[in-house]
């Protein structure tokens, strides 16, 4: 490939994990945070934000309520005729029933229940829509959006004693770092172009070209950037997110936020420290640093690596840190508002201050992604390989009165294999910023001496411990 | 070698694009009015005391100090886990003896009270 090419391959990826990271997983991430806050108070929550439809459409949808109905009820209608007419063939050992096979009937249960389901989906989104005069809330999804708007058109406001440099530099810092810690995170299984359409062998280590020329596939990496330094990149970009918060809270001109710089900074570099000793075990185990290196491991051993007795321990304790990295309940001291307001945020309004939120909530797609990576397989789903599913065992499962077959290896194409392996890992990603969401919401925050004393005296002598103890387990198992 | 890290340049790139065009939509799009009162630091609504910068605990300064050792110290462990299994059990006396000499220092802070942040 030439350097063209590449360049414009390097870019698709970047827009692909910006749009996903910054433009889906975090304004989802805001929703669901708000969410639960409000059900937890018995609020409404974000719901106000819509777009609104004119009077006449309103009244078209008013107009759909009734078929739609009619559509459910003949769908799942239909539907039961079919399952009573797919039992009367089994019972009575006949071909045909009505001139129509099994297969037919088959056909119609799945396609007819479908069709009742999104019907009544269709219905409760009409409805609500009709119901609210015409507005499309989408469950509050659009409040982010609407925040991102406001934000924007809000006072700019710069304190006069503040140094400007610094106090502007603050947050462009925190949001690039949180940004580019994705470019060494692998997202799926390499890609083999001219193969996209095939089946692609499953245990080959050179895949040779469908297109019949003869030559080796042309690989692409589904990961901006394979670097041998794999992980010390994201540490490295992390600590310089430090930075962001810490110059942020010094150039604002202001006591709380100088407090709340301070108390970040420590906080950060002290968990930057555990963080960085907890993950060692991985490292030992994986024999690795790069990322994708560490995906392919799980993938060929066929385990994940928090089911590997040191590295169950080495995941409690990285989560541990990974949480108090991203300064958030119950480790939000450095903006704990019931005592420093808005700690090293006081002084940032509109959009600046929306870059610190953002950067922060980013963070927490970013920690998520490399927990995913390191303990959970990365963008591996179980059983299923380049070639496609293969199930364990040698089966196959005929569905009665027909000649469909069910076995145990299911072929796929190379590109369905590939989006499925996406989609896996985005779905970890997402289970696991869940996770954290139920951890902010569930405890209350710590004081500033417990936070730093279960750092150093606690993470850091358990994590070195771990450290030996997972070397003795390599050596005399191996 | 080096084009190994244009992917990352490129990166970097982008991400400073998304930064400074929020950051330029916002000091462009937000209106400008400043108040006396409200160029004020901000002081739970009383008249502010002093300098803003204030002089701060000694507990600070010691955590960036061991940070500094033990971030370093956690450089030396990466490259020797990757290469963990080849060097064996002599890798692993030499990393047990690193490791104790960090841990002498961690005790040596410990029992120094410079991990106390109650005092």
């Not at chain 1, 406001?157 to 810092?173: C, E, G, M, N, Y």
């Not at chain 1, 300064?327 to 600046?352: A, C, H």
Request: hydrophobic share 55%; charged share 15%.
């Amino acid at each position: 490939m030439d350097l063209f090419t590449q360049i414009l391959l390097a870019i698709a990826k970047i827009l692909f994990v910006v749009i996903v990271a910054v433009g889906a997983f975090a304004p989802v991430l805001l929703w669901a945070e708000r969410r639960q806050s409000a059900m937890m108070q018995d609020r409404v929550g974000p719901h106000r934000a819509h777009i609104p439809l004119p009077r006449s459409v309103v009244e078209g949808l008013r107009l759909t309520l009734k078929p739609l109905e009619a559509g459910i009820f003949g769908s799942f209608f239909a539907a039961g005729l079919a399952i009573v007419a797919l039992v009367i063939l089994l019972l009575s050992s006949r071909e045909t029933l009505f001139g129509q096979e099994a297969k037919t009937y088959y056909l119609a249960v799945v396609g007819f229940g479908i069709l009742g389901v999104l019907a009544r989906v269709g219905h409760k989104v009409h409805g609500g829509i009709v119901e609210s005069g015409g507005k499309i809330a989408l469950l509050g999804l659009l409040h982010p959006l609407a925040d991102a708007i406001k934000m924007i058109f809000k006072e700019d406001f710069v304190p006069p004693k503040a140094d400007k440099l610094l106090f502007s530099i603050a947050p462009i810092l925190t949001m690039v770092t949180a940004i580019a810690a994705f470019a060494v995170v692998p997202f799926a299984d390499t890609l083999f172009l001219e193969c996209a359409t095939d089946v692609v062998p499953r245990d080959v280590a050179t895949v040779m070209a469908c297109d019949g020329s003869g030559g080796v596939a042309t690989a692409i990496p589904m990961q901006i950037a394979s670097l041998d330094i794999g992980i010390l990149f994201i540490f490295a970009i992390a600590g310089t997110g430090v930075v962001g918060a810490a110059i942020g809270g010094y150039s604002s001109d202001n006591k709380y936020s100088l407090m709340g710089g301070l108390r970040a900074a420590s906080q950060m570099v002290s968990y930057e420290v555990a963080l960085g000793l907890t993950i060692v075990p991985c490292f030992m185990i994986y024999d690795s640093l790069r990322l994708e290196e560490i995906v392919m491991w799980q993938h060929e051993a066929g385990i994940w690596g928090i089911f590997i007795p040191p590295l169950t321990i080495a995941c409690v304790l990285y989560l541990f840190a990974a949480i108090a990295e991203t300064k958030r309940v119950p480790f939000d001291l450095p903006e704990g508002e019931s005592e420093l307001v808005g700690g090293y945020l006081t002084e940032y309004s509109g959009m600046k201050f929306g870059m610190f939120f953002a950067g922060e909530f980013v963070e927490v797609v970013v920690l998520g992604a490399l927990a995913t990576v390191l303990f959970f397989g990365g963008w591996d789903v179980p059983f299923l390989y380049r070639s496609g599913f293969d199930l364990p065992g040698t089966w196959e499962l005929v569905i009665p009165m027909t000649d469909w077959v069910i076995q145990d290896t299911i072929a796929l194409q190379h590109w369905a294999v590939i989006v499925i392996q996406v989609i896996a890992f985005l779905l970890k990603i997402a289970i696991l910023m869940w996770l954290q969401l139920m951890i902010r919401w569930t405890l209350p925050r710590f004081r500033y001496d417990q936070i730093m004393k279960v750092c150093w005296k606690g993470l850091l002598p358990l994590s070195i411990a771990n450290i030996l103890l997972t070397g003795i387990i390599v050596l005399l198992w191996t | 070698m080096l084009s190994a890290y244009l992917p990352v340049f490129l990166m970097l790139l982008v991400a400073t694009l998304v930064a400074l065009g929020m950051f330029t939509a916002t000091s462009l799009a937000g209106p400008k009015k400043p108040t006396p009162e409200k160029l004020l630091p901000y002081e739970s609504g009383s008249n502010t005391t002093g300098a803003s910068h204030l002089r701060q605990s000694v507990k600070f300064y010691l955590t960036a100090i061991s940070f500094v050792v033990f971030d370093i110290e956690a450089a030396f462990i990466y490259p020797w886990a990757a290469l963990f299994r080849d060097l064996g059990w002599v890798g692993f006396v030499a990393m047990v003896i690193f490791l104790a000499v960090l841990a002498i220092t961690l005790v040596y802070e410990w029992k120094k009270g410079a991990l106390e942040w109650e005092r």
